[in-house]
């Protein structure tokens, strides 16, 4: 029996911006859906909606708002915090990057120093817009130095020009490990490569909401650009964090990705729940728990460019709501699934195997462009093979195959939600990532989870320190209250 097709289902198209989101193969009727928008005003998902924009302490564990919106607040419309308008600080920011595009003269390297959500945006919209065609790019080689292991920094050394190489430290405290570590060492290394104090001074640039810290460190101030405690790690490629993408493309393009941003938040704060796309997104995904159980999903963009989509998407989404108690501390009946992907149509010779026939059911999100991403030749046959491929996949995967063969079998209605972008652009790029921003706010509100807080990370984090003074110790260790038996024997072998 296969999913309901368009022609069945309860108003299966919706739009936004040029935007087009099909939820046909969801396999939600009329009934279903009524029944899930209930289930979002019962969860007061309009009053969260409202109380998210307008500055309210949604972010309950560390009591302060969730106001990422407001770094793409164009028009500058007032955003108060606390009864202070935040817009001011905002655009004085906005001023000083597109003064630094302007400055930036013979630079051939740029190293952006940051891990978690001081990378993942930045190093996706990077590599995305790399792909638009005819986009104006100033050429410079775009690092991005997150990983503690160092063939990440070697890779990056190597090639390099010191002398022509600027830095951005990116670190909301300025205390995370990885970065200062990694910071400390591409100093050294400009030290190795003759730069003066001064020189490595004007080559310094950070990204902070510790500003002591990053004087400290000795970054000059007028290179440390501001971070506000109201915006999350994994929100936070809309500030100062998305430094490369206007020293790279221009301060108009990193205008054009704010813009798009900033129309997927009218929209989500203004559409009715039964035309918001986020929201829809967000009560499919909510539907197929309740009636699978399932337990992951998939996200294929039939793009390249998009290829690291799925990694930003696994921290916005599993850092955010991947939890086992609600707001008031209670167990969670649903929360986050295990989240993954990668471009589309290299992802079917990997893991559509288990799509089509494994035993568990996976929602998919496909991910489609109109426009081919390049002006070669052979753009548009091959494009038009990338999108059969994407419908066809989704049409298999909804109506399944029934043989006498079992081994040829498709079981078929696995869910999915097709998602067509008009092009892929700064604005759509933009756009996209809001969008997911949006659904996964939503989920956690039909949740009851604070979406914005990850006190999950931390525990390995103060445990580590133990751990690596033992193995800088090197000597023979002992289970004691910090390093359990089986983490001490670990240990040991190590120091062997």
């Known amino acids: 029996m296969s999913l309901k097709p368009a022609a069945q289902n309860s108003q299966p198209l919706h739009q936004t911006n040029g935007i087009v989101l099909d939820s046909a193969y969801q396999g939600i009727d009329a009934a279903g859906w009524n029944s899930l928008f209930q289930q979002a005003r019962k969860a007061q998902l309009e009053q969260f909606i ?8 949604i972010n309950n564990s560390e009591d302060r708002p969730a106001l990422h919106s407001a770094l793409r607040n164009l028009d500058k419309s007032p955003v108060l915090v606390d009864g202070k308008d935040v817009m001011p600080d905002v655009a004085e920011v906005w001023h000083r990057i597109e003064a630094l595009c302007n400055k930036w003269v013979g630079v051939t390297d740029v190293i952006h120093i940051g891990i978690g959500g001081s990378d993942f945006g930045p190093r996706l919209a990077i590599e995305a817009l790399a792909h638009v065609p005819d986009i104006e790019s100033r050429g410079m080689r ?30 909301k405290s300025f205390t995370t490990l990885e970065t200062t570590m990694n910071a400390k060492a591409v100093v050294k290394w400009l030290k190795n490569n003759g730069l003066t104090e001064s020189q490595i001074g004007k080559s310094l640039f950070a990204v902070t909401a510790n500003v002591p810290a990053a004087e400290a460190f000795g970054i000059e101030q007028d290179h440390i650009y501001p971070f506000w405690d109201w915006v999350g790690g994994r929100y936070s490629v809309w500030s100062a964090v998305g430094l490369p993408i206007a020293l790279q493309y221009g301060f108009d393009t990193f205008k054009e990705f704010l813009s798009g941003a900033q129309a997927i938040d009218q929209h989500f704060k203004t559409a009715p729940l039964e035309e918001n796309l986020p929201v829809i997104m967000a009560l499919s995904l909510l539907y197929q728990q309740q009636k699978h159980h399932i337990k992951s999903y998939a996200v294929i963009p039939y793009a390249d460019a998009l290829d690291w989509f799925p990694k930003w998407l696994q921290q916005l989404d599993m850092e955010s709501n991947g939890k086992s108690v609600d707001r008031d501390g209670k167990p969670v009946k649903f929360s986050c699934p295990v989240v993954f992907g990668s471009s589309g149509s290299n992802a079917q010779h990997s893991y559509f195997q288990l799509l089509h026939q494994g035993t568990e059911i996976i929602p998919i999100d496909f991910i489609a462009v109109r426009e081919p991403m390049s002006h070669l030749p052979e753009a548009k046959a091959h494009h038009r093979i990338l999108l059969s491929n994407c419908l066809a ?29 008009p092009k892929l652009n700064a604005f759509y790029l933009g756009a996209l990532l809001a969008l997911y921003e949006s659904r996964t706010a939503t989920l956690g509100a039909l949740w009851n989870i604070n979406s914005f807080d990850q006190p999950g990370v931390e525990l390995g984090k103060v445990l580590a320190k133990p751990i690596e003074a033992a193995l800088k110790d090197g000597g023979t260790v002992q289970a004691n209250a910090g390093i359990d038996e089986v983490t001490a024997a670990r240990i040991n072998l190590f120091n062997q």
């Open 393 to 421: 996949q989704a049409q298999a995967l909804a109506n399944g195959k029934k043989t006498d063969n079992p081994n040829n079998t498709y079981p078929g209605k696995r869910p999915s939600n097709l998602l067509i972008l």
């Open 50 to 57: 409202a109380d998210l924009f307008g500055g309210k302490h």
């Open 142 to 171: 775009m690092h991005f130095l997150a990983n503690i292991d160092t063939a990440e920094l070697n890779r990056i050394l190597q090639r390099a020009l010191p002398h022509s190489t600027k830095v951005i430290i990116v670190s």
